[in-house]
Structure formats: structure tokens, C-alpha cells
């Protein structure tokens, strides 16, 4: 069956490079049956992406991707907002919800550590508390924030591997009741929880979240999962989306899921 890619990135974002009609024009070269874009909307000073988010510009990149797919592929308008829950009333005074297909939100800097996005936060402290309390700051989001989707959960093992740190621990095991909190407020607020495969790219060589995340989420009821690989640039562009099927399978998943106009649809993962 045709994979959606629910989180890609375009050059809309600083940190991306790829326009996204030439995007769209690739997922059909690829096979996709739709592609999720997402524009950064960061309001963290600390974050590289911050205060370079523009509507007007992304919304024509968006409608020119849409021409180019020839309703060959559904093209979905989205934004990856970084920690809504701290800054939401300053993210919808810049950006309309509601013109938006989906909201993802996005965790990159925990309070009082900094940045988890790169190995400076762990070099000269303790790597476990500031785990834990990346996930006790993921619980205040997922039970506060105006979102759709949780984006990359888990990422905080990006700098750890980065810094030569143990990624391999078992969150599950660390904190039962944390990680329980953060999925079963998912379920019940009917947010979706992302599949992020841009881990399996990296040093981690894991997915956002692990495969025994991902479990756990289905074992509670959890049925709103999103695909995507985070892509940026060449030549990662729609990585992994193949695996992350697979993994889905395994753990009982029949469909993913896009969102239009903020509501969800189900895609089978397999015909």
C-alpha cells in the first residue's frame, strides 16, 4: 500500500533545504499516497528556527505543491509548534489555526536544562534527570496544548547519542507511571502519537518513540498513529517510512492516520 509521510519538512523552515512543490513532485516519484508538511514555529530564543516563521510565504510554497501533485497526492498543511504548551497564546496570535490541516507539537527544550537537540545539555550533568524530566514536560504538553499530533517523542536521544551517552534505557521501566500518564492523556484527548523514523538515521538507530512505546500505546487502546521521517534534506528524504510500517504491523496497528481540516482519516498500512 502507499505510504503518507506525515512530517516533512520544506525550505520554508531554516533549517530545511527542499521546496516543497519539489517534494511533492518526489513523493509521487516515490509512491506516496500523501505527505504531511510542517513549518517550524518556534518562539524559544535558544532554538535556531526561532522567530523565522512566515505564513504568507508558506501558505503560497503549500498551494504551489498542491498544483504540482495534480490531486495525484493529497498535499496537508501543518506546523510543528515548539513547546505550545508554554508559548500557545503567542503561537495563535501568529499563525490561524484553523487554516491549518494539523498542529504537531514539538518538545525540543526542556526547562531548566536547555536544548536536547545536540550533546551541550548533557556534558556536564547528570543524563537521567534531565530524561525525566523531558517526559514529565512532554505529560504538561500532551495535557494542555491545542495539538494534533506529538511529534518525535523520545528525541531526547538524539543528544545523548551525540554526547557518547547511554541511549538504550528503558523509559518504560524507569518511570511506569509517567510514560502510562503521557499515553493514556494522549488517548484521551485524542491526540495522535507520531512514529517518527528520523532516529533509524542516526547514531540512536532507533525510531521517536521505541518499538516497546509504540507497544505499550496499543496495548492501552491507543489506535491515532501518524507515519513520518522528518525530513529535511537530501538524502534523507522520506527515510524509513518502509520500517516504521513494519514496526506498526507488528505491534498491531492496521492504519495510520492523515488529518484534513484538523480532523483525522485512516489509511490502511496494508492492502
Not at 517534494?23 to 535556531?48: C, K, Q, T
Not at 523565522?52 to 504540482?68: K, Q
Not at 503567542?90 to 499563525?95: P, S
Not at 502510562?180 to 532507533?206: D, W, Y
Amino acid at each position: 500500500m502507499p505510504l503518507p509521510d506525515m512530517h516533512v519538512h520544506t525550505s520554508d523552515s531554516p533549517d530545511a533545504e527542499i521546496p516543497a512543490r519539489i517534494l511533492v513532485r518526489r513523493g509521487r516519484e516515490e509512491g506516496l499516497s500523501a505527505i504531511g508538511f510542517v513549518a517550524h514555529l518556534d518562539m524559544n530564543p535558544e532554538d535556531s528556527c526561532y522567530d523565522s516563521f512566515d505564513p504568507l510565504g508558506y501558505e503560497e510554497s503549500v498551494e504551489g505543491a498542491r498544483r504540482e501533485s495534480e490531486n495525484r497526492i493529497t498535499v496537508m498543511k501543518g506546523l510543528e509548534v515548539g513547546e505550545p504548551h508554554r508559548f500557545q497564546a503567542r503561537a495563535k496570535a501568529l499563525a490561524d489555526y484553523s487554516d491549518y490541516d494539523f498542529i504537531v507539537g514539538a518538545l525540543h527544550h526542556v526547562e531548566g536544562a536547555g536544548l536536547i537537540l545536540g550533546d551541550e545539555v548533557f556534558r556536564n550533568s547528570e543524563h537521567l534527570p534531565i530524561v525525566e524530566e523531558y517526559y514529565r514536560e512532554t505529560l504538561r504538553m500532551v495535557e494542555t496544548a491545542d495539538m494534533d499530533v506529538l511529534a518525535h517523542m523520545g528525541l531526547v536521544r538524539r543528544g545523548l547519542a551525540m554526547a557518547g551517552l547511554d541511549h538504550a534505557f528503558d523509559e518504560i521501566s524507569l518511570w511506569p507511571d509517567l510514560l502510562r500518564g503521557i499515553l493514556s492523556a494522549l488517548i484521551q484527548r485524542e491526540v495522535a502519537l507520531e512514529l517518527n523514523t528520523s532516529g533509524l538515521r542516526r547514531k540512536e538507530k532507533t525510531t521517536y518513540p521505541t518499538p516497546r512505546v509504540i507497544e505499550l500505546y496499543r496495548e492501552m487502546g491507543g489506535e491515532r498513529i501518524t507515519l513520518g521521517s522528518d525530513s529535511h534534506r537530501d538524502p534523507h528524504v522520506f527515510f524509513g517510512l518502509a520500517e516504521g510500517r513494519m514496526i506498526l504491523l507488528e505491534k498491531g496497528f492496521e492504519k495510520t492516520f492523515i488529518y484534513r481540516a484538523r480532523e483525522p482519516r485512516p489509511l490502511p498500512l496494508f492492502g
